[in-house]
């Protein structure tokens, strides 16, 4: 395992692997272990359909052996983005442990279950801000937004279910493409790419910093 002192270098302690996963799962752990707030934080990015690239800090909620999902509005810009265009990349960014990792690929939405499944797990208000949410379109004044939380709050009360509002669902971005960044001094920083081939299978190299 890397250690969190960056004194072993990524050909060195990963030499064997043939999938980025056992590194990600890694890192991840030893982040959990050392960012104070939301290590699952990322930054996603999409583009419209006019080419215009968009970004945003989002939060991990979950790995699949073959994805990372994530949540949201789909009638946010970001959903929509989606939706035209379905190559995205994210990013994860860890000062504490000085690294990054870059991810590239195509999404797909998550399964009514997944979504329903999620959503459950969120806390009252989170649930009632779902619906309450008109994402990314134009607010006149705050208070408007007051008045629809009470007013989905009194059609939902604390204590009942909250249902999945039908405009609301998961992502799962699946990755072509994962680069390891490992801070070195000097700026002689460590690359590790993984690319998914043709044949099924990932090919490794190392980057010039």
């Known amino acids: 395992m890397l250690n969190t002192t960056n004194s072993l270098g990524l050909n060195e302690a990963f030499g064997n692997e043939v999938s980025p996963m056992p590194l990600f799962e ?5 982040a959990k272990e050392t960012e104070i707030n939301d290590p699952n934080a990322f930054a996603l990015a999409t583009v419209d359909v006019s080419g215009q690239p968009s970004v945003r800090m989002l939060l991990l909620k979950g790995i699949k052996e073959k994805g990372f999902i994530f949540y949201t509005n789909m009638n946010s810009r970001k959903a929509n983005d989606l939706q035209s265009n379905q190559k995205a990349s994210i990013c994860f960014h860890w000062k504490s442990l000085q690294r990054q990792i870059r991810i590239y690929g195509s999404v797909a939405q998550v399964s009514e279950v997944e979504a329903d499944a999620y959503f459950a ?20 004044q705050r208070s408007n937004f007051d008045e ?62």
């Open 121 to 140: 797990t969120r806390d009252y208000d989170s649930q009632i801000g779902a619906w309450a949410s008109l994402q990314s379109s134009h607010m006149k």
């Open 26 to 30: 890694t890192w991840f752990a030893e």
């Open 148 to 209: 629809r939380i009470l007013s989905f709050k009194a059609k939902y009360p604390e204590g009942s279910t909250v249902p999945r509002p039908p405009h609301w669902s998961g992502w799962v971005l699946l990755p072509n493409e994962l680069e390891f960044w490992l801070s070195a001094p000097a700026r002689l920083h460590e690359r590790l790419i993984y690319k998914f081939g043709d044949n099924g299978n990932w090919v490794k190299s190392l980057l010039y910093p």
